[in-house]
């Protein structure tokens, strides 16, 4: 019973760590400046920062584990589908339009 969560685990995080160095490649190739890659490298880190522990403890106080995992996965989701249709980087200084991201065209075929 211990190898299947051993194996999830060493296929996503060998998926991510395969990926994540390659973003930096791909937002810099969609014309991003420094200071909005280095915004779009540290969100996730700070959401899992502040998320992880409070959803823990409150499927932990509240014993409801398996809903509050179906409300993080759908706000996930919810995420990379406002992600997917943005064509404009609104923080880190200026404005600046840029033609679309891979997330648009993996999900929707654009």
Partial sequence: MVLKPKIYYFFVYGAMASLIPYLVIYYQGLGLSGSQIGLLAGIPTLISLLSTPVLGGLADATNKK??????????????????????????????????????RINLFGR
């Fill in 66 to 103: 398996r809903p509050l995992l179906g409300i993080a996965i759908l706000l996930s989701m919810t995420m990379v589908g406002v992600l997917s249709v943005t064509t404009v980087f609104p923080l880190g200084g200026k404005s600046e339009p840029f033609s679309g991201t891979f997330i």
